[in-house]
């Protein structure tokens, strides 16, 4: 399979560390309302995120893997479990965090899990959302339609050097075409 379609995309949206930690912010601002008890981060660059969150609640984090990818390569159409929720999440108001809502697919499908380990509640929220994502994430800190280009993503380490992250190099070519 190929990296996603970025063509329909409109824009290109670089966060910094610095506006990272600002959308983190506001994330959290909108979640204390909430009152949760426990964050679920989806790993991985959903932990960016998650972590931020209940750190600066004082919250518990609970990782779960659930991914397109295999060695930061699109190879499934539909998200895959990796690593399940713990069942630790069992009668608590629990936040889902994710770094972005495209498609909406992940964060429904942990969330969903959430329930089914008996969560009292469940809240949905992501640092960035498109507005195409369905279901759109409760919680949303920015919503754009722009290609997002995260900190963390820029630069790759391969063969012994840094280089641009394959998959950004191809978004921005299709955007590219797109304006041409």
């Known amino acids: ?3 996603y379609d970025y063509a329909h995309r409109s824009g290109v949206e670089a966060i910094t560390w610095e506006r990272f930690a600002e959308l983190a912010r506001t994330l959290v601002e909108k979640l204390a309302p909430f009152n949760i ?3 679920v981060g989806t790993a991985r660059a959903g932990l960016f995120p998650a972590t931020a969150v209940c750190l600066m609640l004082r919250r518990e984090l609970y990782p779960a893997r659930v991914t397109r990818r295999v060695n930061d390569e699109v190879r499934f159409q539909h998200p895959q479990w990796i690593v399940d929720v713990a069942p630790d999440v069992k009668d608590k108001i629990v936040a889902v965090v994710d770094e972005i809502a495209d498609t909406g697919e992940t964060l429904a ?3 969903e899990r959430v329930r089914q380990r008996g969560a009292r509640q469940v809240i949905t929220a992501s640092l960035i959302a498109h507005s195409w994502a369905d279901p759109m994430p409760d919680v949303v800190a920015l919503t754009t339609d722009a290609l997002v280009m995260f900190p ?6 391969f063969d012994g050097q840094w280089q641009p992250h394959p998959e ?8 590219k075409s797109k304006a041409s």
């Open 152 to 157: 963390w993503d820029e630069q790759i380490y």
């Open 168 to 175: 950004l190099v191809e978004a921005l070519n299709q955007l």
């Open 109 to 111: 499908l942990v969330a």
């Open 1 to 3: 399979m190929q990296s």
């Open 37 to 39: 008890d426990a964050v």
